[in-house]
């Protein structure tokens, strides 16, 4: 599953995909499977691969390797201006010499649609992101939304297959980031494009995608929906990359169909279900920490209770982060909902803490 | 409102923009006067090369201006009958060849200097600065060496013709030197450089995300070439070509040096007029005019272009 895609065809595809500059690899061996109307976010850290990938898809760079598929044609070999596909670029690359209007129309007319139709098509396209306004200024002269939304309808414009967006929030501030993601995906779905984009944001990935493939070192590590990304990653390094998550390392100490114990240096962890490995295995813990519950006072239950003593506090409005150092001098993090205004209040620096979480929360990695 | 602009920046600021503003003051704008004031007098008597401009006369002051020297640019007198009638002189002549040959010495600068400079401006940036050395290279030599130079390569025995007649492609020298074929070759090759360099310093602003754009929107690279990097390297192209044409119009090294004898260009006119002929105030005119010719162009562009450049920021 992680590394080859369960969809065996789809309207996107690509086929062990590898890009080398030089002796560096950058694509690694990628083989996905989109489908038509989906938006899907490949996510990683800077170097990861996956603006090389989209650059690929857009045309700028050959695969050293591989097979890319648009509705069944290999595309791989055609130059960026004979493709199906636009693309908005991260710095949006407004042509600054060209006002709103003629910047939208520009691949219209290099198609040699008539003038009456380029008309059409770049007033409902203006409409579609409310710049009709703007038409007459130039981009230097419109603020950063705006020139998005502008960079939003000129790749919108011809009407691609494809759609590729390019880290599309990372030039605006964080409270328009908020308001312009809903938008985007607003914008994108009445149009009904298949889009592909990379952002480094997983907050961004996790709103806007239907489905996530995090990258890491030019390989995929894992596809799936948010859901499935945040909550059953496969391995290490997207249980780490996604959010806030605690890892312990053990071993596999019993193993029955319905429910497993894994020995970890602070004890025993007990899960609900199988696990299906060997004794002795190693294997990593993965719990998040909102999934842990904390308490002052014991609570009535056994197994995966832990305890350990105050270090940090964190007060993030909408939740607390707790800092638990337990007596070997590993460190927890939990975080607690504010739900009422004056709850954990009474939780403090250096008070001593209890700590659980259910049999069905942890999740268990192979390594 | 520009005044009161001025007077409210800051002293500093003053002095930055004040002294090359004085300087170019003393050393342009008061030899020009100087030009201009030559220009309207007549020949001296012999001790001064002019007649002086003032003149106390029965205890009353007259100043003389006269327009003949202007009039005698354009103003072709009748050798047999005396009458005058506008015509082809051969300053109007001498006018039109230096700016067919800036012309084509600008274009040839264009067209060899804009590939080099693109050239340069997509190089690595660690190669950069030594193609840039090698652009001003030639300027560690002296000038007239380097024109020179070109006489040994152009010449009937010179390193072209031996080569294109030991090839066999031709079996007389041609005749290359004092021709416009030279002059042309020797002004493209000085002032190549002054095209190159700023057209670099536009070339390389430029973002070359935005081709990348245009390819994605469908542009061929030639069709992004022409829609995308000429138009936002315009600056760059007027510059170069100015820097190029302006000097080009005047020279008068180059084509005495190696152009022929039936290319008389203005810088060579006023020159003869300067010290064959003495006549200081005709050639003060001629010089005049050349720079009118120069200026109002100039003066029209830079007009539209600032109005341009206002609309559009509006």
Known sequence: MNQHDSHPSGFLLTENLVKRFDDVVAVDDVSISIQKGEIFALLGSSGCGKSTLLRILAGFEKPTAGRVLLNGLDIASFPPYERPINMMFQSYALFPHLNIWDNVAF????????????????????????LTAYAKRKPHQLSGGQQQRVALARSLAKK?????????????????????????????????????????????????????????????????????????????????????????????????????EITIDQGVVHIDHGIGGSIGMPLTIAVRPEKIYISKTRPNVNVNLFSGKVREIGYFGSYS??????????????????????ENIDITWDDRVFFWWDEADPVVLTH | MNIQRWLHVHPGRRFVIGVPFVWLLIFFVVPFLILLR????????????????????????????????????????DKGSGAKAWGQTIYLEAYLTSLKYACLTTILCLVIGYPFAYFIARAKKSVQPALLMLVMLPFWTSFLLRVYAWKGILADQGVVNNVLVWAGFIQEPLQLLYSDVSMLVGMTYVYCPFMILPLYATLVKLDFRL????????????????????????????????????????????????????????????????????????????????????????????????????????
């Open chain 2, 211 to 314: 081709l990348e754009a245009a390819y994605d929107l469908g542009a061929s690279p030639w069709k992004a070439f022409w829609l995308i990097t000429v138009p936002l390297s315009k600056a760059g192209i007027i510059a170069g070509s100015m820097l190029v044409f302006i000097p080009c119009v005047g020279e008068f090294v180059i084509p005495s040096l190696l152009g022929g004898a039936e290319n008389i260009m203005i810088g060579r006119v006023v020159w003869d007029e300067m010290f064959s002929s003495n006549n200081w105030p005709r050639a003060s005119a001629l010089a005049v005019v050349m720079i009118l010719f120069i200026l109002v162009p100039m003066a029209v562009y830079n007009h539209y272009g600032a109005e341009r450049e206002a609309a559009g920021k509006e």
């Open chain 1, 160 to 260: 691609p297959q494809l759609l590729l967006l390019d880290e599309p929030l990372g030039a605006l501030d964080k409270k328009l980031r908020q308001r312009t993601q809903f938008e985007l995906v607003h914008i994108i779905e009445s149009v009904g494009v298949t889009v592909v984009m990379v952002t480094h944001d997983q907050e961004e990935a996790m709103t806007m995608a239907s489905r996530i493939a995090v990258m890491s070192h030019g390989r995929v590590l894992q596809v799936g929906t948010p859901q499935e990304i945040y909550e059953c990653p496969t391995n290490r390094f997207v249980a780490d990359f996604i959010g806030n998550i605690n890892l312990f390392d053990g071993q596999l100490s019993v193993d029955e169909h319905d429910r497993s």
């Open chain 1, 107 to 130: 691949g219209l007319k290099r198609e040699g649609m008539p003038p009456a139709q380029i008309k059409t098509r770049v007033e409902e396209m203006l409409e579609l992101v409310q």
């Open chain 2, 38 to 77: 030559i220009s309207v007098t007549d020949m001296g008597n012999g001790v001064n090369p002019f007649a002086p401009l003032m003149q106390a006369v029965d205890g009353s002051l007259h100043i003389m201006l006269k327009y003949q020297n202007y009039l005698s640019i354009f103003e072709e007198v």
């Open chain 1, 321 to 342: 982060s707790f800092i638990v150092e337990m007596q070997d001098g590993r460190t927890v993090v939990v975080t607690e909902p504010n739900g009422s205004r004056l």
